[in-house]
């Protein structure tokens, strides 16, 4: 007997909004499950359905438990699995609904942002053995102390990923409002083109764009364990793109252009440059909850440095209430500036191609663009620049790139 | 170290039908804890929520699966645990909600109507025990496939009572929005008065006073288990009814009349009779699924009787139905009166005293009541007489047994 496919399908809150959504995603799901394939779905809470049940809590605690916040909103993807089942069956579709705990789905012990441990499926896999279709609550497990705990922000998705590397399923589909992963955002780029393959690294690289679309987390996950995802439309039925090893696809020089504008600049002139002081204040930052990404440091004049960094603009207060008090830390002057963006170019092939930067900063020249800061990996290179060149400068180096479709 | 009073506090829906209603709840459990005593919170889904996820359930499937359907409505109930747990952090009381299976509540394999076969309750004695209010998920437990099951129809009391005997609690007390269970039904009989005390088979012969109040089947199990019940309001702080073994209380003659005025007689005249009639008939009108009441079979004359009997007014459709055919059973006639009314009275001590039919007889008597049917136990006396007379005669047997306050 030939192995079926299995494929985990994962549809977000949007995707089952309302019972006539459910019907449709239902139907889709049937047409899959008639052409052979053996179909795990993952599903959020409906449309508003968590919005709802967090504005109950706080009618009656404006801060509650956070065992209790989980009690509660776990049953927003319960109410999802069961509706969705009974929608499967009115297609006359076998089915079954799950929830975390009952998928085998087990967590650590941190409510509302547990982290997955381990996933034991046995009774989603002896359901899949009767060809019925599992329908799994995403975005909770069951915690050491036997309570349901959820998963925190992306915990869907990265409940369709664990679940996928636990079924060793052949792919995870990431089904959404958006159509797949486009080479750049088409409402800049006029010529941006959907992307048929992508790899892990460069998705992860692609946060920007990837964010609206998959959680750096998921990524993460997807590529420990090798999982093949797919993000595609659940409004029509077409392909979307496929982020795998890149060892399975062709490298390409540059995949994509992603602008960020979510970004802020923080300049400390006048930094008492001794050693450690990067250290402690960098430190000091993280722990007041930012996330640095771009940093650079200038050449110490006369035991005086200054240092740049960028962070996510909506952190730009917490980043002004630490930097005053930094043990360790003097330096003569802050300035902020909160109209910068970041223009990255990402690709596997960079890593065996050099010249990417060069050109990336001649094209940025022949524009007129300053660049403030630049950041590099192995297969990105980032510029800091202002906000409202931003968009000039990405359909200018997809044009330079040859992603231009033709 | 003196043992806390233990008691299991059950709150129907409409007692904790929105957020405001939770907090009243949570304010009144708080008193009780504050005053030493060990609490255990049975709830059930907050007002209209099982009505909209069962709406919900219609849009995608007319006739939804058991199972799912179970996994649906259990939901409502989980809302109520989590949003209570918070409302009594609030007011500073450490509690912790448990859904049905983390109670410890296991059922059979009926879905949507499944029996409690056994409660293990472990994590809520553990959590008693460190002197937290522990708040359970009525209506539901684990079957034996580790699915959600709910509990049908008063299903919630069932909880209460179920948990009560599991806990050893010294009581348990069933919140509504009645005061108690009375004399006579005080809109009828305005000297009607609360009883303090009522024995559990009372309350089972009271059954068309108490279903308002108590389902049969929670004081069944109440007396097997000699839980002490309370029924009182949960509007108002102050004592309601006590429900208990008849051994533990003081006899009286009549502790209370009952008009039921849901009732319809059966009359088939000249029945063939021969031997296994009666049981045909029965047995067929039982698996028309119909409760039959007061049985009535006059002396046979010349091989023909005449056999009268009730059933709740709303299933003379399916008797009616099911008389055509009784394979066995045949009759010249039937009749049908849905203007009649059962009026009992009820009191464990007519188990040692003689007398009290011949009062009703002829109370009902000095009224001109004609009596059309006669039907007895140990603890009451039951006549079928016209509807039309009915409250006059509950008024008039009230004041003649002594109930009238004084």
Redesign the interface.
Known sequence: MMKKPLVVQKFGGSSVAD??C??RV?SRIANDAREGRGIVVVVSAMGKTTDR?IH??K????D??D???D??L??GE??T???????L??LGVDA??M?GP?AGIQTDASHTKAKITKIDPI?VQENLDQDKVVIVAGFQGLNPS??VATLGRGGSDLTAVAMAAALNADRCQIFTDVDGVYTADPRVVQDASKLEVVAFDEMLELASMGAKVLQSRSVEFAKKYGVELEVLTSFEVKPGTIVKEASDMEDVLVRGVAADKNQAKVTLRGVDDTPGVAARLFTAVADAGVNVDVIVQNISQEGHTDISFTVPRDELGPVKECLGSIAGVSFKEAAYDDTIAKVSLVGVGMRSHTGVASNVFSTLADLKVNIQMISTSEIRVSVVISEEQADDATRALHAAFGLDSA
């Open positions: 019972p006539e459910l019907r239902a049940l109950m809590a009618e009656v605690h404006a509650p438990s065992r209790e916040y009690q509660l776990s049953t319960q109410i699995i069961s509706l969705l089942a009974m929608a069956h009115h079954v609904s929830t009952q009774r036997r309570d």
